[in-house]
Structures are given as structure tokens and as C-alpha cells.
Nanobody, 121 residues
Framework: QVQLVESGGGLVQAGGSLTLSCAAS????????MAWYRQPPGKQRELVAT???????DYADSVKGRYTISRDNPKNMVYLQMNSLKPEDTAVYYC???????????????WGQGTQVTVSS
């Protein structure tokens, strides 16, 4: 009943920019940490960036200084602004969120379906 949907992926030239969006919807009491992961073709999924409910952020070394994660708590949305993109950034990007559906109930981990980002050289 809780759903995460990503948007904003596409094809971009090296050095360009993209902004990804992820909206959480359904029966939601509260949203904790939100994150972006990515999975390059043939490789394991890796953590890209996280943002806590209060706005604290953390980034993978490979994207630090180029990516910015942000969130809009009233809208239950998280964004990933990607600048100075490199071919190595090519991957399926996944939205992740820790969500409580009811007060006092343990939060559960939810995932979006992913959105493709392709950076041409």
C-alpha cells in the first residue's frame, strides 16, 4: 500500500545535469531516512546518498561535490540533483525510504522501481 515512484531519468551527455525525483505515497504515518542507490550494469547496487528526516546528508565519495540530495517532508518526496555527470554514473537509480505506516509500529524499508540514467561520453 506504500509506493515509491522515481522520475527524471534519461540520457544526458557527459558534463550535463539531471534531477531525479521520488514520491512516496499511500498509507504513511512518517518517513525516516531517505536515500538514493544506484546499480550500474553488471555491478552490485551501491549507496549514493542519504538524507535524514532532519535534513542531514551523506554522500558516496564518488559523487560528493557533484550530487545534492534534498527532501520535501510535507510532500514525502526526495530529490537527487546530479551535476557534472560522468559515464561512470550510468546506472539504474533507486529511491529508498524508511517508512512507518502507523504510530508505534516499526518502520519498514521501501524501494522504488528504479529509473535509468545514461551518461554518454
Amino acid at each position: 500500500q506504500v509506493q515509491l515512484v522515481e522520475s527524471g531519468g534519461g540520457l544526458v551527455q557527459a558534463g550535463g545535469s539531471l534531477t531525479l525525483s521520488c514520491a512516496a505515497s499511500g498509507s504513511i504515518f512518517s518517513v525516516g531516512v531517505m536515500a538514493w542507490y544506484r546499480q550500474p550494469p553488471g555491478k552490485q547496487r551501491e549507496l549514493v546518498a542519504t538524507i535524514g528526516s532532519g535534513g542531514s546528508t551523506d554522500y558516496a565519495d564518488s559523487v560528493k561535490g557533484r550530487y545534492t540530495i534534498s527532501r520535501d517532508n510535507p510532500k514525502n518526496m526526495v530529490y537527487l540533483q546530479m551535476n557534472s555527470l560522468k559515464p561512470e554514473d550510468t546506472a539504474v537509480y533507486y529511491c529508498n525510504a524508511l517508512i512507518r505506516r502507523s504510530y508505534g509500529v516499526r518502520p519498514l524499508d521501501y524501494w522504488g522501481q528504479g529509473t535509468q540514467v545514461t551518461v554518454s561520453s
